[in-house]
């Protein structure tokens, strides 16, 4: 276990490196600069020639990517995320700022899809064939397929436009309307509020998926030997679903599980961008369009990081369910 | 008598045609191909065949290509309205008119078709008898801009998963058969192109671009996304690579580009195919999501996202929401669809489960 651990994170460490590359040498060949996107959204920051070639030498823009990689990867390896050019702010500080909202809305959704995806996923496959089943899995099969910009805007025109001035009317954008001295009690109700939009869009994909990932599962495993033993045995119909079905089929959600760290954390750009939401996802966005290197580079590593040890978390984790399974 | 077995693929066809909703999505994505054919014969301004001056012309073809427009219309200065003009230039003209008179890519004016309203602009063009899907804040029809945009939607899906499908299975193949230092260098090559965000490496390399077309994008969706294709390739290749008939065929002097496009590929089609399918799918949810976000193509490329990224300003405008949005909803429904019948019709444990 340890040889195949400590061989995974060498691997890693090869793949991180190629991606961070890559990355940058994208973002450091995309048009412009920070410098000049952030004076082509404001003219009366217009510098002289001077100045700018006096900026562009102290944030290291003057140098060639490659030399850039290194200086950053020197940085990095020193424990240096470096700074945000357009913010002024550390980057650990401007991902620890957004990390909250996101895992607030991407955690709300987590449970909200465990907690209803293991039921519909087993009444599936308990009722599978009849009517009620294949209208749900229909349904389901239908959400799946729903593009979440396009649910996003529906929501947003239903209770944002048509349910204007009702009780049901809800917020469209940000994640607060109170100025941030209000007391605790109805700033919580008000991010809640905010929440409910983002939260339902980005529930309602990976619940459909993960149900029928679970009913797909669960079909496969009814029909292994074990589950023929214990009917002939005499279990009843969900005993043999729960104890005998179900546990087996842990294997494969884990692996489920692990994959879907990186969105969990990472969370969605579109979903964000939509209802200007002050998560990780929209400050990927904003520091691709204001062409800020240090943060699109932090971005960028931790998610693949993210990835990667979700990977790794997901064989690791896939052991520790079944014994039989062995990494090496 | 021995009666000659059905191929692999007529079974898998006749087990395809038994589930009616894979029937249905695939009618249905062959009723978008009719649409994205004779589009511009569906909904224009120009004639789809007019006699002009003792001429036979097809402006219409200009739709497809701004060069297949005659040339004598631009020398005539016919500036894109062809009514009044043909009437004016030549009496004795005459025309074809497409099914439905309006243009995806400019506002109808005040009689340019005798009778017909001129287009209403900003948020008052929703949907009524001239503009049966409303019109968009230009005043530009949005059934006439949907019709068109079919084009793009199909296209996206089909060369983007063209690209997709041919590195994946190349990448999958070569790693799945040589294996050992070779699998490594292919796996890691898959795992770098999967870890970085995939929106993120899309909207880096169309900002590089100078001029981004629809087909630049199709061609990055095309190289992010062969990932899962080039793993399930491997894996096929993997396990049909020690089996009986490849060690047969090695033994007989073939040699590793024939054993693998010749004996290996054909039987890990059917496995390959499936997530191709729903790749489709997936690579149009792309390219709308990114033209909802603003990345799409320019005009005139009219996609069925871009429509949407209208609404964004002004919600009140429902109607641009629902009918492109219903658009896509339903093409990447069928898509799945197909993919799921394929699944089923062609995975042999699934169908022992069936029976």
Known sequence: MATYLLRRLLLGCVTLTAITCIVYALARNMPGNPLSAQMGEDPSRKITAED?????????????????????????????????????????????????????????????????????????????????????????????????????????????????????????????????????????????RHMILPVTCQTYVSLAYDSRFIKATMEEAIRQDYVRTARAKGAGPWQVLFRHAFRNTLIPLVTLLGLSLPALIGGSIIIEQIFTWPGMGRLFFESIRERDYPTIMGLTLMFSVLTLVGQLLADVLYCLVDPRVNVA | MMQRSHGFWVEAWRRYRRRPLAMAALAFVALLVLVATF?????????????????????????????????????????????????????????????????????????????????????????????????????????????????????????????????????????????????????????????????????????????????????????????????????????????EYVMAARAVGAGPARIMLRHILPNALAPILVPITFGIASAILTESGLSFLGFGPPPPSASWGSILNGARSNLGMWWLVLFPGTAIFLTVLAYNLIGEGLQEATDPRLREARK
């Open chain 1, 52 to 192: 700018y070639a006096r900026m562009q030498r102290a944030y290291g823009l003057d140098k060639s990517w490659p030399e850039g990689y290194l200086q950053w990867a020197g940085n990095l390896l020193r424990g240096d995320l470096g700074r945000s050019i357009t913010r002024k702010q550390p980057v650990t500080t401007l991902i620890g700022e957004r990390i909250g909202p996101t895992l607030l809305v991407s955690g709300s959704a987590f449970v909200l899809i465990w907690l209803a995806a293991v039921p519909l996923g087993l009444y599936a496959s308990a009722r599978s064939g009849s009517i009620d089943e294949r209208a749900t899995s229909l349904l389901l099969y239908a959400l799946y397929s729903f593009p979440t910009f396009v649910a996003a805007l529906f929501l947003q025109v239903l209770f944002a436009v048509w349910l204007r001035g009702t009780a049901w009317e809800l917020p469209l954008f940000g994640m607060s309307d109170l100025p941030a001295d209000a007391s605790l009690g109805p700033r919580i109700l008000d991010v809640a």
């Open chain 2, 39 to 243: 589009a511009p014969a569906i909904a224009g301004t120009k004639p789809v065949l007019c006699r002009y001056k003792g001429q036979y012309y097809a402006p219409c073809l200009g739709y497809f290509d701004r060069h297949f427009e005659p040339a004598i219309f631009t020398k005539d200065k016919f500036r894109g309205t062809y009514p009044r003009n043909l009437a004016e230039k030549d009496p004795g003209s005459w025309a074809i008119w497409p099914l439905f008179f309006q243009d995806p890519y400019r506002s109808v004016r005040a009689d340019e078709w005798p009778g017909r309203p001129e287009n209403p602009a900003m948020d008052q063009g929703r949907p009524s008898w001239t503009n049966p899907f409303g019109t968009d804040q230009a005043g530009v029809d949005v059934l006439a801009k949907m019709v068109h945009g079919t084009t793009v939607a199909l296209l996206v899906g089909f060369v983007s998963m063209g690209i997709a499908g041919t590195i994946g299975i190349i990448v999958g193949a070569i790693g799945g058969y040589f294996g050992g230092w070779v699998d490594m260098l292919t796996s890691r090559l898959t795992e770098i192109v999967m870890c970085v965000p995939t929106l993120v490496l899309i909207l880096a390399i169309l900002a590089i671009i100078e001029k981004p077309t629809i087909w630049h994008t199709m061609a990055i969706i095309g190289m992010t996304g062969w990932t899962g294709i080039a793993r399930l390739t491997r894996g096929e290749f993997l396990r049909l690579k020690g089996s």
